[in-house]
Structures are given as C-alpha cells and as structure tokens.
C-alpha cells in the first residue's frame, strides 16, 4: 500500500508535539490518523508506523491488536460500535441490537452489502448516565430508542446524517471533524 502524502503530513504534525527521543509515543495517534484516512491498518501500514516513530514491528502489532478502536480489517463507512454493557442492557440496548441487526440483515462484525454500515459490540463506551448508546465512527449517540436509531440510522443512508450527541474527542477530532 502506498502512504498517501496526506497522511505523512499529518503524522509529521503529530510526531512533532513528541520530543526527539520519545517519538515511539506518538505510536498510537499515528496509527488512529492512519485509520481515519485509510479505514484500517494493515500490514503495510504497520510497517511504515514502526519506520516512522521507531518502535518495534513487534510493538506496533501489539497496539494495533490490544485496542479495539483500531481496526485490522476494512469496515463500512459507518461503524456503528453498541454497547453491551449493564448499564446500556438493563435500559434497552439489547432490544437496540436485535433492532439494528433486523434493519440492516446484518449481524455483529458484518457488513451490509452496499459497504455502508459494519455492526460491532463492545464492552463499554462509558456512557453509563446516557445508556443506552453506541459510537458511529466516533460520534456519540446517547439515551438511544428505536425511534432515534432509525432517525440515526436513516441519516446516514440518505447522506444526512443526524448530528451526534457529543463528539468523541478521540486524538484530534475535536467537534467531530472528520
């Protein structure tokens, strides 16, 4: 795979904010920008992180496969991540993921054919005051019914999405930037 230059100057801007001789910390916000321009990290990309902060080809598979946020496989252009944890379950996200699974005809870690959504479930979003909730991308959506899914949901398919609750300041995406 061919590291777009868009994604060089960006990890240069990050690198940057880590002193010389700790450029290996910069692993992970590296990795996350790959991501958001890529849609994924694969192989090749693995690579060039490790050439680029000097970690480990060894390090940099052990972050990519501890955290769940970065993705070692294509996904849809929406990754809607559920919560399945008791806060979200006990008030109605399991009705939430057997709703979302009946409206797409998808199932957890599928995607719908057209490549738009993939649904994934994951431990915890820390949401618990907002449950239940779920990330599209990393937007936050919160206090979730089945009427606002669709609204959700419906958004995204006609190109208009549904504002988020709260964006998810991960690494850089501040007010939701994309």
């Not at 970690?55 to 990519?64: C, F, G, L, N, Q």
């Not at 399945?84 to 870690?109: A, D, F, R, Y």
């Not at 599209?136 to 019914?145: G, S």
């Amino acid at each position: 795979m061919q590291i777009p230059d868009s994604l060089k100057t960006k990890a240069e801007e990050i690198i940057f904010r880590y002193p010389e001789e700790h450029r290996v910390s910069a692993l992970v916000p590296v990795l996350f920008e790959a991501q958001r321009q890529l849609g994924w990290i694969d192989n090749d990309v693995e690579k060039w992180a490790a050439e680029f902060t000097g970690a480990s080809s060894t390090k940099v598979r052990e972050v990519t496969t501890f955290y769940s946020m970065l993705r070692r496989q294509p996904v849809g252009k929406y990754l809607i991540q559920f919560c399945q944890n008791i806060s979200c379950s006990l008030t109605g996200g399991l009705e939430l993921q057997q709703h979302v699974q009946q409206k797409l005809g998808i199932g957890p870690g599928e995607t719908t054919e057209d490549g738009l959504f993939t649904l994934k479930y994951v431990e915890c979003l820390g949401g618990c005051s907002w449950a239940p909730m779920m990330l599209v991308n990393e937007n936050q959506y919160f206090q979730l019914t089945i009427e606002k899914l669709d609204r959700i949901l419906d958004g995204f398919k006609s190109g208009n999405p549904v504002p988020p609750d709260e964006p998810t300041p991960l690494l850089g995406n501040i007010a939701g930037e994309s």
